[in-house]
């Protein structure tokens, strides 16, 4: 059973306007959250995260949001390039407070940023 | 500065024949993980490891078996490959998390495996 999901496999932005990624989970024991970016034919590299305890981090043009009671995550990047165009996974970990940190993935979004 | 590496990149094989994927990383980290990706599916995990000499099953382990002799290394194995482990498979490590830092697990290129 899925306990992160990416309900849209895809989504498509103007270059300068704002991506908007979602992720929704099931366990409510997931204290930390991850989002990576995929591109073709090389491993998904580590973007920003964010700890339960924090309801949004920044890091440049990406901010996550938590809201932990409609658990539900979003991605923000603002603006969007064309460079921003892979699969970005969201992924969760029961585990931040013990040494192991296994996550849980979601399906991935494919965006798309057009000029 | 290499980061994970995995080899090799890509491979064929045919069903019962069987093969080793090699992980290799050279940040010193304690964790290592070995993760399937499938069409339009997530990261699944397969095997882990917090050390040297440890491995553990994750999500999806039939079929595969892993090893740990050296920190560095983390091995796959497929003892008899079939047409389900066609997949793309991905190595991760990354330290040990605890309370006042989490640290991201970081991903190798993938190893791109079809069995026929």
């Known amino acids: 059973d899925q306990q992160v999901k990416q309900n849209s496999p895809s989504l498509s932005v103007q270059e300068g306007r704002i991506s908007i990624l979602n992720c929704d989970y099931t366990?409510?024991?997931?204290?930390?959250f991850l989002w990576y970016k995929k591109y073709p034919a090389e491993g998904p590299t580590f973007l920003i995260s964010?700890?339960?305890?924090?309801d949004k981090n920044e890091d440049g043009r990406f901010t996550v949001f938590l809201n932990k009671s409609a658990k539900h995550l979003s991605l923000h990047i603002v603006p969007s390039q064309p460079g921003d165009s892979a699969v970005y996974f969201c992924?969760?970990?029961?585990?931040?407070?013990?040494?192991?940190?296994?996550?849980?993935f979601g399906r991935g979004t494919q965006l798309t940023v057009w000029p | 500065n290499a980061g994970v590496t995995q080899t090799p990149k890509f491979r064929v094989l045919k069903t019962g024949q069987s093969m080793t994927l090699l992980c290799a990383q050279d940040?010193?980290?304690?964790?290592m993980y070995w993760y399937r990706q499938d069409p339009g599916m997530g990261l699944r995990l397969i095997h882990y490891?917090?050390?040297?000499?440890?491995?553990a099953k994750g999500e999806v382990p039939d079929g595969y078996n892993v090893s740990r002799l050296k920190k560095q290394n983390f091995l796959l194995g497929l003892e008899s490959a079939a047409p389900s482990q066609t997949s793309v498979y991905f190595c991760?490590?990354?330290?040990?998390?605890?309370?006042?830092?989490?640290?991201?697990?970081?991903f190798g290129d993938g190893t791109r495996l079809s069995i026929l």
């Open positions: 992924a969760a970990s029961l585990d931040r407070g013990s040494t192991l940190g296994r996550l849980y």
């Open positions: 490891s917090v050390g040297e000499g440890t491995t």
């Open positions: 991760a490590s990354n330290r040990p998390t605890d309370r006042a830092s989490n640290q991201p697990q970081h």
């Open positions: 940040m010193n980290h304690e964790y």
């Open positions: 366990n409510s024991m997931f204290d930390y």
């Open positions: 964010i700890s339960s305890i924090k």
